[in-house]
């Protein structure tokens, strides 16, 4: 009997609330209105004059309404250096490509024209972390470009022939293990937040650099992998590295370069090696080019 009353009872409350689903009565909607959000937002931005300036670097306040300005914190910047003029940052690109505006927002790399102005009421700039100031946001990348360069960024090939005149062939599948390492802007965002990074940067190479060894060993056109290991065969230049993961939170292209030099260290120390070429580089050039 109990359960046929439930029955009941269940049978009703399905009936009225399929008439309240199927019912073309317009339904009227509460909802609280929506509080404006103060758009003033007050930047304490990084100043330093160099090295040759008297004064010590401090912070100095703009008080800025952002819905004045482009949604992004280079937007902002860029509304600040027109209260202000003696503020130096880089940019070039507004899109997240040259990888030449990062700076430390509220304590966390990024690049500034990708990333949104924080809600928050005080927004704190300061350049990227551990690395010489020069002026303002403004930071030396001598040593982190000379680490880059000294991976030799480029496509090696054994028998060389004259510059431009082949085209290398790649499989898709060969191709496919780039993805996720060529698309790194060398925004330094990664291995300026790492710790080894501030610890060993002389020695260690830093993520960012780690990763573009292994694209380049990993690329299946590139024939100087023995050497390019060789090289990175030391205690410091990739082994420095701790898996902490800081690089892949810092990454603001979403890249995985901690991932890349897990592989990498896999290869340097012969666990792994490089995969074998799908198809010959040399397919779609002259036949005299065939090697
Ligand atoms: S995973 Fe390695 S490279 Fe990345 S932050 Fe940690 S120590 Fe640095
Ligand atoms: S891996 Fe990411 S954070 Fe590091 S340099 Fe490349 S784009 Fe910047
Ligand atoms: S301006 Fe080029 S990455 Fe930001």
Not at 195 to 224: C, K, Q, V
Request: hydrophobic share 35%; aromatic share 8%.
């Amino acid at each position: 009997m109990k359960s046929f009353r439930k029955l009941l009872w269940d049978k009703n409350s399905l009936c009225v609330s399929l008439t309240k689903f199927y019912s073309t009565e317009k339904k009227v909607v509460t909802t609280k209105p929506r509080q404006p959000v103060d758009p003033r937002r007050i930047f304490k931005v990084y100043r330093f004059g160099g090295i040759l300036s008297k004064e010590k670097p401090k912070l100095i306040n703009y008080d800025l309404d952002v819905s004045k300005c482009g949604r992004m914190v280079l937007d902002a910047l860029i509304k600040i250096k027109d209260m202000d003029p003696t503020l130096v940052f880089r940019r070039s690109c507004r899109e997240g490509i040259c990888g030449s505006c990062a700076v430390n927002l509220q304590g966390t790399n990024c690049l500034a024209c990708i990333t949104p102005i924080p809600p928050d009421k005080v927004i704190t700039i300061h350049p990227i972390p551990h690395m010489y100031v020069i002026r303002d946001l403004v930071v030396d990348m001598t040593h982190f470009f000379d680490a880059y360069n000294s991976i030799r960024p480029y496509l090696v090939r054994l028998n060389k022939g004259p510059l431009g005149k082949y085209q290398y062939a790649q499989s898709i599948n060969d191709n496919a293990k780039l993805v996720g390492l060529y698309e790194c802007v060398l925004c330094s965002c990664c291995s300026t937040a790492c710790p080894s990074y501030w610890w060993n940067g002389r020695r260690f190479m830093g993520p960012a650099t780690l990763l573009h060894a292994y694209r380049w060993i990993i690329d299946s056109r590139d024939e100087d992998t023995e050497q390019r290991l060789h090289e990175l065969r030391d205690d410091f230049k990739a082994f420095r590295c701790h898996t902490i993961l800081n690089c892949t939170l810092a990454c603001p292209k979403g890249l995985h370069p901690g991932l890349a030099i897990a592989k990498l260290k896999r290869l340097i120390s012969g666990l792994d090696k490089k995969p074998l070429s799908e198809i010959n580089a040399m397919i779609y050039s002259e036949p005299a080019a065939k090697c």
